[in-house]
C-alpha cells in the first residue's frame, strides 16, 4: 500500500485527497507546512509527497529543495500558476512532476501512479549472473535497481526519480547524440506533458553533479541544433 504525503494548508484539498487516495488503496499522511512535513518524513516511511507551492511560511520550491538536498523520495508539486515557468523552477527544485490548479484527483492519481512505477526499487538481476546492473562511467557507478548514483569514494549521490531516469537514459546511449524529442521519450515516456526546456533543466541539474572536476569536459556535452551526447564510454557490471 502506497504511502502519499498530502502537503496543503487549505483543508478542503487535503480531505479530498485523502478520501480519494485511501479509497483507491493508499495510505495518507497530511501536512499544512514545511515543519509538519519534515516531522512526518523524519517518523514515517513516505513513498511520495504531494506538495504544494503557496504555503504558508517557507514556499513549496524552498521544501521541495530541502527535500531533496536528503531524500530520493518522488515530489509531485501543485501549483495554482498556469504557467511553464513555475514548472520550470519545480523541475530545478528537484520535483518530479507537477499539476495545475484545479486539477482532476484521476489524473493526479495517474501521475503518481507513473512515478511510483518509476521509482520502484524492484531486484533487477542480468540473465545468467547474481548480481544487480550498474552502469560504471568516468568515475561513477549508476546502481540500477537501488537507483542509486556513487562516486569513485563509494559517496552517495542524491537525484530525483526524473534525474536518474535522464542520466540511466544517457547511460545507457553513451557517445550517441540524442534529440530532446528521444531524451523524454527514453526518460518519462510520452504521458507526461513536457516542454524542450524541461529536458534542458534536468540536464543542467545533471552536470551541477556530474561534473566535479572543473578541468575535464562535461559528462554532457551540448550538440548546437542537435540536442546532447553523452561522452564518456560506459561499462556494465
Known amino acids: 500500500m502506497p504511502h502519499v504525503?498530502?502537503?496543503d494548508d487549505e483543508e478542503d484539498i487535503r480531505s479530498l485527497l485523502t478520501g480519494f487516495f485511501r479509497k483507491h488503496g493508499h495510505q495518507v499522511s497530511t501536512a499544512i507546512d514545511g515543519q509538519t512535513l519534515f516531522a512526518t518524513l523524519n517518523v514515517q516511511q513516505i513513498d511520495i509527497v504531494i506538495l504544494d507551492v503557496m504555503l504558508p511560511g517557507e514556499d513549496g520550491f524552498s521544501l521541495c529543495r530541502r527535500i531533496r538536498?536528503?531524500?530520493?523520495?518522488?515530489?509531485?508539486?501543485?501549483?495554482?500558476?498556469?504557467?511553464?515557468?513555475?514548472?520550470?523552477?519545480?523541475?530545478?527544485?528537484?520535483?518530479?512532476?507537477?499539476l495545475v490548479k484545479p486539477f482532476d484527483a484521476r489524473e493526479l492519481l495517474a501521475r503518481v501512479k507513473a512515478v511510483l512505477r518509476r521509482t520502484a526499487q524492484t531486484e533487477v538481476t542480468v540473465p545468467g549472473t547474481t548480481t544487480r546492473p550498474v552502469l560504471s562511467f568516468a568515475g561513477w557507478r549508476l546502481d540500477i535497481a537501488r537507483r542509486e548514483l556513487r562516486s569513485a569514494d563509494n559517496t552517495l549521490m542524491i537525484l530525483s526519480s526524473s534525474e536518474f531516469d535522464l542520466l540511466l537514459a544517457f547511460a545507457e546511449h553513451p557517445q550517441r547524440i540524442l534529440t530532446r524529442d528521444q531524451l523524454l521519450d527514453l526518460a518519462r515516456g510520452s504521458s507526461y506533458e513536457v516542454y524542450d526546456r524541461t529536458i534542458d533543466v534536468q540536464v543542467a541539474r545533471l552536470r551541477r553533479k556530474l561534473d566535479t572536476d572543473r578541468e575535464t569536459p562535461s559528462v554532457i556535452r551540448t550538440v548546437r541544433g542537435g540536442g546532447y551526447i553523452f561522452t564518456p564510454s560506459v561499462r556494465r557490471g
Request: glycine share 6%; aromatic share 4%; charged share 20%.
Open 69 to 98: 538536498a536528503t531524500s530520493k523520495v518522488p515530489v509531485i508539486m501543485l501549483t495554482a500558476v498556469a504557467d511553464h515557468v513555475d514548472r520550470v523552477v519545480g523541475l530545478e527544485m528537484g520535483a518530479d512532476d507537477y
Open 5 to 7: 504525503l498530502v502537503v
